[in-house]
């Protein structure tokens, strides 16, 4: 037969107060759940993108503030500012600028990757110290000088690119 | 060939090259302007101070980027059209030339009048003389005759490799077992480099092409030359 707990869950389960964290409690581990939200009903929340929330912020109401609310339905020139400041906050938790205040994280990011730059910095250089072979001999000034004398004496591209910029009748690069 | 650190093409000496270099430049504008406007658009979106972004209705510009995209590919197609069908247009050419790939080296073959073959190695770095470029340069050099249409028959001996001088506008597979047809006309004399461009092993970086054009004179007197 259903044990009394199981009983018992079972009755908030139709209620509708409890969701699956009903089930898991009936199961022995009430000790592990954490309070859940039930997701079928609406909720608040504070979007930038989606500025009117279903449901107001504060959805019980105490006395004074069921009177404001009443005050709230006539004509809103005779609401005070702290009256329409508290009116506000009733509906909502956090105005639009609290929403979108600025935080540091920024710098932790910028320092962060300028971090992992100079990390990548040191192994760069730790590979050319270790790791690459010696250049070849064709990287000296005097090959390339060679180099570039034969391009130019070969007229290698020379509509718009290499020896388009030499003068070849001053013997010089063109200004 | 290449000067250090350059960005752009190798100057046309070709026809066909020519063509592409002017393709390339509209359709490097196109996508030029198209990317400036997404970030136009992005940068936009990151400084607007509006703040609702829930879906909303948006048929006519629904309408604009689609139609408008649709013309932009017609606009870059129809240049792109042109010039493969130029590149495959029938031509009688002068002389034709056989290139063959091997491991790790090419053989041309130039048959038509005699039996001229020669195999063509790269130069090693230590042996380049003053001032040849590394990793470009062969012990026997392509020639060709400036101004005439050549017809160039390029296969392979054992695995795929594949034929390219950036400059003539001319990149050719070769597939064993299988002749593929390129053809060119060379507009200016010169000498023009080119590497194996399929992976064919070790030292697929180290088989260089190296084409040679001169007036038909001297062509013909490299030729004789040859054969002796």
Redesign the interface.
Same mark, same amino acid.
């Given at each position: 037969m259903l044990s009394l707990p199981a009983l018992c869950v079972g009755t908030l389960a139709r209620r509708g107060v409890l969701g699956a964290a009903s089930i898991r409690a009936a199961h022995g581990h009430s000790g592990h759940v954490a309070t859940q939200e039930d997701m079928s009903v609406p909720h608040y929340y504070d979007r930038?993108?989606?500025?009117l929330p279903d449901v107001p912020y504060h959805k019980e109401l105490g006395a004074e503030q069921k009177a404001l609310k009443e005050k709230e339905k006539g004509s809103w020139k005779q609401l005070s500012n702290e009256e329409k400041v508290a009116l506000y906050r009733l509906q909502f938790n956090q105005t639009?600028a609290e929403m979108n205040r600025p935080s540091n994280e920024w710098k932790t990011v910028l320092g962060g990757i300028f971090l992992f730059f100079g990390f990548t910095g040191l192994i760069v250089w730790w590979q050319r110290v270790y790791v690459f072979p010696p250049k070849?001999?064709?990287l000296t000034d005097e090959?390339k000088a060679?180099?570039v004398? #034969? *391009?130019l004496d070969? #007229? *290698?591209?020379?509509?718009?690119?290499?020896s388009?910029k030499w003068d070849y009748d001053k013997n010089e690069w063109k200004k | 060939m290449a000067h250090p650190l350059q960005l752009g093409f190798q100057d046309a000496m070709s026809p066909v090259m020519e063509e592409l270099l002017h393709f390339h430049d509209h359709t490097l504008m196109i996508v030029f302007l198209i990317s400036t406007l997404v970030l136009y658009i992005i940068t936009l979106m990151m400084t607007t101070k509006l703040t609702y972004t829930n879906t909303m209705n948006a048929q006519e510009v629904e309408m604009i980027w689609t139609i408008l995209p649709a013309i932009v590919l017609i606009t870059i197609a129809l240049p792109s059209l042109r010039v493969l069908y130029l590149m495959d247009e029938i031509n009688n050419p002068h002389l034709t030339i056989k290139a063959m790939g091997h491991q790790w080296y090419w053989t041309y073959e130039y048959t038509d009048y005699e039996n001229l073959e020669f195999d063509s190695y790269m130069i090693h770095t230590q042996d380049l003389p003053n001032g040849y470029f590394r990793l470009l340069e062969v012990d026997h050099r392509m020639v060709m005759p400036m101004e005439s249409p050549i017809r160039i028959l390029i296969s392979a001996e054992d695995v795929l490799h594949s034929w390219a001088i950036p400059s003539l506008g001319v990149k050719t597979d070769a597939v064993p077992g299988r002749l593929n047809q390129t053809t060119f006309i060379i507009t200016r004399p010169g000498m023009f480099y080119g590497q194996c461009s399929e992976i064919c092993g070790a030292n697929h970086s180290f088989m260089p092409i190296v084409v040679e054009s001169v007036p038909l004179q001297y062509f013909e007197n490299w030729s004789s030359l040859m054969l002796s």
């Open positions: 930038r993108s989606i500025p639009f070849p001999h064709t090959w060679q180099q004398k #034969r *391009m070969m #007229r *290698m591209n020379p509509i718009q690119g290499f388009a | -």
